[in-house]
């Protein structure tokens, strides 16, 4: 078959528009559905890339919404296997006229860059913020998005608690494509001290402890250990996996997954009727030069090889462009500027690769039928058909 | 003669076709006219120089140079819309390949030019029949394409160009697909047509026994129409 | 004018050609009413909530009741303001009320997700138009009863009819079942406010304030005088706002369902643009002829768009059967996602009335014009004799 490879070709390239349109169909929506499927398993492919740093988040065992003791984390701190702990307090306040949120977290200055080791900080922006209660840290994409560099102050305005925080920028963290950057980090006691000021009562809450565990094998001792410790306690408490606990936002999103789902089965359903259809186009026209490869001498077999190779080559063609581009495209582009909290999305390979097989298939099933009948013309009747 | 009396007049006429950057004349500086109620055959060499006369006199192709007036309008005048609605008043065509839609009967086919007239839906009916009938098709009026035979096809293309009572009627190989038997109904219909009712026929062919039909043939040399003599051409052959 | 007879059965004499473009067209259709039924169904669920008069007080920088607390000595002060309306007993139209979380699993899932659970007294319920027990009972007050949504009922554990479910350290038991028309109530639960109050330790204060103004004018009033008042020194926003406010927050799913439409009408443009060429270029004698004949380009131009249209319009139509037959096969096609405004469970239907599938259909029209135009103009634009000559 090689040696007919650039027969295969130029036959694909003989009706220029149509094999164009036809590969510009089949790419689109392979775009799409590549988007749609990273879109989905998006947050569980982040999960997966931290697990090398073996992180446990714990809170309330009624949710998010329960007040985790700040007082917990000493305790977590002294467990055996716990490398490093830190709370994570989300403040949720609004900034400026914003309607749209951001992830504002009260933290421990001193140890929140431990127990996220990947995050790069300059050392002298890290010391200047733990030495200032009313500093904060940035993340590298937020503080483009909304123009913010050192020095800057961020006003806070209280929202789940009564408490405005007026906060400076003492620096920047960066990290790798996989990891958020879009957090504003402050001194949960500067947040804290004002509301046990005013002696209100779910004061002293850390939201949720994010610890390290030192050795990825002592991760589910950690947590059985964990949730023993406090179960009989006012505030008994559950740990996940960071993977789980990305997980369970996902979960909320419910049952939009399944429609897309669906979604993405009625374009690549659809997109097979177009290729099909193409093809048989294609066929239709070329009946005599079938009828006379057959008269030259070749096999049934081989004209119906010949026809699917083709319609693969589109196939493959219009998923180069889809799949790969579409990967290509995210990461040239940054996502978050227009969908704040998303992360940085892009395609992983898998998913592009799995995309381009889907494409390739695609092609196959579509040039069956038409490949089939090709292979079936009759010689006679074939080189009948006159002009 | 007078000029009235001219159907197609050809009038220092240049024509070239453009291959590789070559030019190749078709015609040059040719004139021509063409009498009411003639019936002329023209021969030439294969290709497209043949048909360049026809194309001229339906105003589907300008010349280089010269004009080609027909039925009194000079056709380099009208624009390419007025162009359109010229033709479907006063031309009838037949082609090789007959031409018909696939998709429409013997009597859709043939009502399809009067579609463009200003005729009501029976007036156009009552045409078609008429037409049908002189080329003694109304048993198949409602027959697809695909249900007649290549001669029955060509008739069905002859009453359709006949449709709109046109001035000249240009036919393109009429006979060139056609078997010796239906080769012959459609040139004696084309023959009676110009003898009973007059009507002007410029027909292009290489068939000399198509050609002896006509009044008088015409022989395309070296880029100009020469009257010619059937047999002498015969002969020479 | 080319006779439409013409078009229709040429469309028919391609029969499988023709057939397979309408089925593409009519899936691409079919795709984007889901993902236009998404987006207006999830807007219709927080437009039904909101009454033009009523007004939502909160405490100052919180943007869902969830997060806000009004004590009740400020809630005293809040309702011997002027301009409350009043019921036909002469009744404020004033309701306090308290919101918190639940923590509860969709009914075949293990992890469990924030539903919000309404504390109310009687008055609540005639701020809420169109709500009614549809089963079971209303809930007694001083009980730990609850009553309902349907569509929450149907869709967590625990929330069933005499189910019992778990809020913080408390047990409630479901009572009876409402409906409410649509809207944001219909994702929530309700019980007694008092009894809330004390199952998670909140007595003396509440979520919020809902307060049904005497008339436009008074309602404006009543904000400003929230607002301004330092003893009180609490937001008070129209209902429509907070609920045209956490509609703003969904702009994710927003930007998926327009992504999902927008690529999917670029793809079937190629395919109907596809169709139509392998269309053209098996016609290129006819058209000739037609030209010759003296039909003119206009004419053969719109004679091609039309087939175009029509194929799409057979798609379109195909495609809002289709989604229509997926709604009544289903009963309604009801589903849950998360409220981003309030990060909790927001239940709610797609939607797919007469606005959303002439969304569809004259996106199928777009198709067809844009997919049909180039292939329609090549056909115009080959010379005539050209065309003639072809095979």
Not at chain 2, 136 to 145: I, N
């Amino acid at each position: 078959m090689i040696k007919y490879l650039p027969l295969i070709v130029r036959n694909v390239f003989r009706n220029k528009i149509r094999s164009l349109f036809t590969g510009a169909s089949i790419a689109v929506s392979l775009f799409l559905v590549v988007t749609l499927y990273a879109l989905l398993t998006h947050q569980d492919e982040l999960a997966e890339a931290s697990k090398v740093h073996n992180r446990v988040a714990v809170m309330h065992k009624a949710g998010l919404s329960g007040q985790l003791p700040i007082g917990h984390l000493d305790r977590v701190r002294s467990m055996p296997a716990v490398q490093v702990a830190a709370p994570m307090s989300w403040f949720g306040g609004n900034y400026r006229e914003e309607t749209v949120q951001f992830a504002q977290f009260g933290t421990d200055p001193q140890t929140i860059f431990k127990v996220y080791e990947e995050l790069e900080i300059p050392p002298d922006q890290l010391a200047a913020w733990q030495k200032d209660r009313t500093g904060c840290i940035v993340g590298s994409v937020i503080a483009r998005n909304k123009g913010w560099k050192i020095g800057d102050r961020i006003p806070l305005q209280g929202n789940i608690y009564p408490v405005d925080l007026e906060l400076t920028v003492d620096g920047i963290y960066d990290g790798p494509s996989t990891v958020d950057r879009e957090w504003l980090l402050f001194h949960f006691d500067y947040m804290d001290q004002a509301l046990q000021e005013m002696r209100y009562p779910t004061a002293g809450n850390a939201g949720i402890v994010m610890l390290r565990t030192t050795t990825a094998e002592q991760v589910p001792q950690v947590m059985r250990a964990i949730e023993d410790a406090f179960a009989s306690s006012d505030a008994p408490v559950k740990s996940l996996t960071e993977k789980q606990f990305a997980q369970s936002f996902t979960e909320m999103f419910g049952n939009v997954r399944g429609f897309i789902r669906y979604t993405s089965l009625a374009v690549v359903s659809a997109l097979l009727c177009v290729a099909a259809n193409t093809m048989a186009m294609s066929v239709r026209e070329r009946t005599r030069e079938i009828a006379l490869l057959k008269a030259i001498g070749f096999s049934k077999p081989s004209v119906l090889t010949m026809f699917l190779c083709e319609s693969v080559l589109i196939g493959l063609v219009g998923g180069v462009v889809g799949a790969l581009g579409g990967k290509l495209l995210f990461s040239l582009v940054d996502l978050s500027t227009v969908a704040p909290g998303l992360g940085l999305f892009y395609i992983p390979w898998g998913t592009a690769l799995w995309g381009l097989a889907l494409a390739s298939l695609i092609g196959l099933l579509s040039g069956l039928v038409p490949a089939w009948r090709a292979a079936q013309i009759s010689v006679i009747d074939g080189l009948r058909k006159v002009v | 003669m007078p000029q009235d009396d001219v159907v197609v007049e050809l009038a220092s006429v240049s024509k070239g076709f453009w291959r590789d950057k070559v030019e190749i004349p078709v015609l040059t500086d040719t004139t021509l006219h063409i009498p009411r109620g003639d019936f002329v055959a023209i021969m030439g060499p294969s290709g497209s120089g043949k048909s360049t006369l026809l194309n001229l006199c339906a105003g589907l192709d300008r010349p280089t140079t010269g004009r080609v007036i027909v039925n009194g309008q000079d056709l380099g005048e009208l624009s390419e819309a007025r162009l359109a609605k010229w033709r479907s008043e006063n031309l009838g065509f037949i082609f090789q390949m007959y031409n018909l839609m696939p998709v429409l009967t013997a009597q859709e086919n043939v009502e399809l030019p009067l579609l463009l007239t200003p005729l009501s839906r029976a007036e156009r009916r009552r045409q078609a029949e008429t037409s049908l009938r002189i080329v003694g098709l109304s048993d198949r009026a409602d027959h697809y394409p695909r249900q007649l035979s290549g001669g029955q096809e060509q008739r069905v293309a002859i009453a359709r160009a006949l449709a709109n009572d046109p001035v000249l009627l240009l036919a393109d190989e009429p006979t060139g697909n056609l078997d010796a038997a239906s080769a012959q109904e459609v040139l004696d219909l084309l023959d009676g047509l110009n003898q009973q009712f007059g009507v002007t026929i410029i027909m292009v062919t290489h068939d000399p026994k198509a050609a002896r039909r006509a009044k008088r043939l015409l022989h395309l040399e070296k880029g100009t129409f020469v009257q010619a003599d059937i047999e002498a051409l015969e002969a020479a052959r | 004018m080319v006779p439409l007879k013409y078009n229709l059965r040429s469309l028919r004499a391609r029969k499988v050609g023709s057939l397979m473009t309408v089925l593409g067209v009519g899936m691409v259709v079919w795709a984007s009413i889901f993902a236009f039924g998404l987006s207006a169904g999830l807007d219709k669920t927080l437009e039904i909530a909101a009454h033009p008069l009523d007004v939502l007080v909160l405490r100052k920088g919180a943007t869902s009741e969830a997060v806000s607390g009004v004590s009740d000595a400020v809630a005293r002060d809040v309702l011997a303001l002027p301009g409350i309306a009043t019921d036909g007993e002469g009744q404020p139209l004033a309701s306090r009320e308290l919101v918190v979380f639940g923590y509860l699993p969709r009914r075949g899932q293990t992890q469990p997700v924030n539903v919000t659970v309404r504390g109310v007294e009687p008055v609540a319920r005639q701020l809420r138009e169109g709500m009614r027990i549809v089963a079971g009972r209303d809930f007694r007050p001083g009980l730990r009863e609850a009553v309902v949504s349907r569509a929450m009922s149907a869709r967590f554990q625990g929330l069933g009819l005499d189910e019992e479910f778990a809020v913080q350290e408390g047990q409630f038991r479901v009572v009876g079942l409402f409906e409410a028309g649509g809207g944001a109530v219909e994702s929530e639960v309700w019980t007694d406010r008092n009894v809330l109050a004390q199952t998670v330790n909140r007595t003396g204060s509440m979520s919020s304030l809902q307060l049904r103004a005497a008339s436009a004018a008074a309602q404006e009033q009543l904000v400003n005088r929230v607002k301004a008042d330092e003893q009180i020194d609490l937001n008070a926003v129209t209902e429509a706002q907070y609920y045209a406010d956490q509609a703003a927050q969904s702009g994710l799913l927003k930007i998926v369902g327009g992504m999902i439409a927008f690529f999917l009408t670029i793809g079937a443009m190629f395919a109907v643009a596809n169709t139509m060429y392998g269309a053209i270029a098996s016609r290129a004698r006819e058209i000739g002829t037609l030209r010759a004949l003296g039909f003119g380009r206009g004419s053969i131009l719109m004679a091609f768009l039309l087939e175009s249209l029509v194929l799409c319009g057979l798609g379109a139509a195909l495609g809002c059967l289709g989604a229509l037959a997926l709604q009544a096969a289903t009963g309604g096609l009801r589903t849950g996602t998360m409220n981003p405004g309030t990060f909790t469970e927001l239940a709610f239907s797609f939607d797919f009335g007469p606005r959303v599938l002439l969304k569809g259909a004259l996106l199928a029209m777009a198709m067809g014009l844009l997919g049909g135009l180039m292939p329609a103009l090549r056909a115009v634009r080959m010379k005539v004799v050209d065309a003639l000559r072809e095979a």
